[in-house]
C-alpha cells in the first residue's frame, strides 16, 4: 500500500524540496489551499484532500481537514485489530507523516494597529488539530512543525524506510511545545484586548535564545530565553557586534543597566556590578558623561558593565578602552570606536534600539513553586507629589542633584542610599539590612564630596540617625518618600541644620 503524508504550511520555506523527497521515496502527497498550490506549480503530483473527504472546503476555508477520513488516518492505532477493521469497513487510509505549520497569528497581531477581526481569522483550527492527531499517534505517525527537521527525517526515511520510535516522539514533543506557545499568544493576546490584568491561569511563553555556559556559578546549568513578541530595548533583542558569548551574570548586569539608562533624556552614561549601579554620569557629550561615571567609583567600575544612551564616538571609546569591562551597550559605535574598542578579542559590544523605552505591562519573577507578577516601577519624579518640607528651599543644583538621585536610587537593591551632584553619582549604598548602614557605605564611598551634596533614599527615615549622620558628611539636600510616624524629627533636624528636605510620597522598593 503506498504511504501517505499530509503537507499543509503557511511557511513554505524548504517544503518543495521536501515533498519531492517524499515523493521520490514513494509516498503520496495530500494538500490543500496554498501549499497545494505551491507543489503543484513546481512540479509535484498531489492528491486534493477533498478528494479524500469527498468533501469541499467550505466557509471560507474554515473547515478543511476537521473530517473522519482524515483524523482517522492520523488516530488510528496499526497493531489494533479493531482500529483496522474499522478503517477498512469506513475505507479510511493511513497518513503516516503529517508535516503543517499554523497561520500566522503573531505575525499578524505584531502588525501596527492590527484589526481585531484579521487577528481571529488567523487563528489556526484545522492545523493544531491535525498536528495533535499526530502526535497523539507518536507510536506510528511522523509529525513535523519545523522545516529544520525535515532533513533528519528524510535521513531516516532513506536509511531504514521509516523513522525511529525516538525521533517520532522527539518531534510529537516538539508539537505540543508549539501548540502549546500557539494557544498562550492566542489567550494572552484576548486577555490583554479584555483589559485582564491578573486571570486565573497564565501562560507564558519564550523561545530559546542561546544555552549558556553556566549560570551565576559553574556547577549550575543555565539558558537564555526571550519573549517573541519583546520590546527591541532589551539584552534579548541586542545585536553583538564583538567578543564572546555572554553569561548568565552579563545578561543580568546588563539589564540592570539598561533599566537604569533609560531614566535620562540628557547624555548618560551607566556602569553596572552585581545588578547595582557603581557609577552614573550624564553631561553635555557622552563622553564627559562617561567620565563622570567613571570618577564616581573608579574602583568597581573594574569588569563592569557600561551602557550608554548615545552614539560611542572615538573620545569617548579611547576612555573606555583604557579600563577592564565586560559589556559596553550603546544605540551604535562609530567606525573608529570599533576599531579602538575591538583590539580588546573578548570584550562585548552590543547594540541596541534607543528609539523607544518600550516594556513589559509586567514583570515576572520566579519563586520556589510560583511565579510572582507585578507591575514595572515606572514612577518618575515628574509624577511624584513634590513637598518642600524644611524651611529652606533647594536652590536649582540641588534640584538636578536630587533629580539625579531619586532616578537612580529606584534601580539600587534596598534599603538604598544615593549620594549625588547635579552631573554623577559619588556614593551607593545597596541592599544593607538596615538604613543606617547603608548611608554609611554611600557616605564613606563619597568622602569629601558629600559637602553640598544630596541624599536620596527609596524610603522613608524611621528615625532621624541617618539624616543626622548625613548633615555630619556635609550633605546639604535629601530627598525621600516620607511616610513614617516620626518624619517631623528628621525634618526637625534638617531645619536645624538649615539643609533642604523634599518628599516625594513614592517609595522605589527593589528586593
Known amino acids: 500500500m503506498t504511504k501517505r503524508a499530509l503537507i499543509s504550511v503557511s511557511d513554505k520555506s524548504g517544503v518543495l524540496e521536501f515533498a519531492k523527497e517524499l515523493v521520490a521515496l514513494g509516498y503520496e502527497v495530500l494538500s490543500t489551499g496554498g501549499t497545494k498550490q505551491h507543489l503543484q506549480d513546481n512540479g509535484v503530483a498531489v492528491t486534493s484532500v477533498d478528494e479524500v473527504t469527498k468533501f469541499p472546503e467550505i466557509l471560507g476555508g474554515r473547515v478543511k481537514t476537521l473530517n473522519p477520513m482524515i483524523h482517522g488516518g492520523l488516530l488510528a492505532k496499526y497493531d ?77 526515511l532513506k536509511a531504514d524506510g521509516e523513522t525511529t520510535l525516538a525521533t517520532r516522539r522527539r518531534l510529537a514533543a516538539k508539537v505540543f511545545r508549539h501548540t502549546a506557545a500557539y494557544d498562550s499568544y492566542i489567550s494572552n493576546y484576548l486577555s490583554t484586548e479584555l483589559g485582564e490584568e491578573f486571570p486565573e491561569q497564565m501562560t507564558l511563553t519564550y523561545e530559546l535564545k542561546q544555552t549558556l555556559r553556566y549560570g551565576e ?7 537564555f530565553y526571550q519573549k517573541r513578541l519583546g520590546s527591541d530595548f532589551s539584552i534579548a533583542f541586542a545585536e553583538q557586534l564583538h567578543g564572546k558569548e555572554l553569561s548568565y551574570n552579563n545578561i ?12 535620562f533624556k540628557q547624555p548618560a552614561a551607566v556602569a553596572v556590578k552585581h ?40 573620545e569617548t571609546a579611547k576612555q573606555l578602552s583604557s579600563i577592564f569591562l565586560e559589556i559596553i551597550i550603546a544605540p551604535s559605535f562609530t567606525k573608529e570606536a570599533i576599531e579602538l574598542l575591538t583590539v580588546k578579542k573578548n570584550i562585548r559590544l552590543l547594540t541596541i534600539s534607543f528609539d523607544q523605552y518600550a516594556q513589559d505591562a509586567f514583570n515576572t519573577v520566579s519563586v520556589e513553586g510560583g511565579l510572582l507578577v507585578q507591575e514595572p516601577d515606572r514612577f518618575g519624579f515628574n509624577e511624584a507629589d513634590i513637598q518642600v518640607v524644611s524651611e529652606r528651599q533647594p536652590t536649582e543644583q540641588e534640584w538636578e542633584a536630587m533629580k539625579l538621585g531619586w532616578s537612580v536610587v529606584k534601580h539600587v537593591k534596598s534599603n538604598a542610599i544615593v549620594i549625588t551632584d547635579h552631573q554623577m553619582t559619588l556614593g ?32 522613608f527615615f524611621p528615625m532621624p540617625d541617618t539624616v543626622e549622620n548625613a548633615i555630619a558628611a556635609g550633605i546639604t539636600a535629601i530627598i525621600h518618600p516620607g511616610g513614617s510616624k516620626r518624619d517631623q524629627e528628621s525634618i526637625d533636624a534638617a531645619n536645624a541644620a538649615g539643609i533642604t528636605m523634599v518628599l516625594t510620597g513614592v517609595r522605589h522598593f527593589k528586593h
Open 80 to 156: 489494533d485489530p479493531e482500529h483496522q477493521a474499522q478503517m477498512q469497513e469506513h475505507g479510511i487510509e493511513p497518513i503516516e507523516i503529517v508535516c503543517v505549520n499554523l497561520y500566522p497569528f503573531v505575525e499578524t497581531i505584531s502588525k501596527p494597529n492590527v484589526e481585531f477581526v484579521d487577528a481571529i481569522e488567523n487563528i489556526d483550527i484545522g492545523g493544531p488539530t491535525m498536528l495533535r492527531s499526530a502526535a497523539k499517534n507518536q507510536q506510528y505517525v511522523s509529525v513535523i512543525v519545523d522545516a529544520n527537521d525535515y532533513a533528519a527525517v528524510l535521513a531516516e
Open 217 to 223: 556559578n559553574p556547577h549550575q546549568k543555565a539558558a
Open 252 to 263: 543580568q548586569d546588563a539589564n540592570a543597566a539598561l533599566q537604569i539608562i533609560k531614566e
Open 275 to 314: 545588578m547595582n549601579p557603581c557609577g552614573v554620569g550624564t553631561g553635555s557629550t557622552i563622553a564627559q558623561a562617561f567620565n563622570m561615571a567613571y570618577e564616581a567609583d573608579s574602583t568597581s567600575i573594574f569588569g563592569g558593565i557600561v551602557a550608554l544612551n548615545r552614539e560611542v564616538d572615538a
Open 428 to 459: 551607593v549604598g545597596a541592599g544593607q539590612m538596615n538604613r543606617v548602614g547603608s548611608a554609611k557605605i554611600a557616605l564613606e564611598q563619597a568622602g569629601e564630596k558629600a559637602k553640598g551634596a544630596a541624599m536620596a533614599s527609596d524610603a
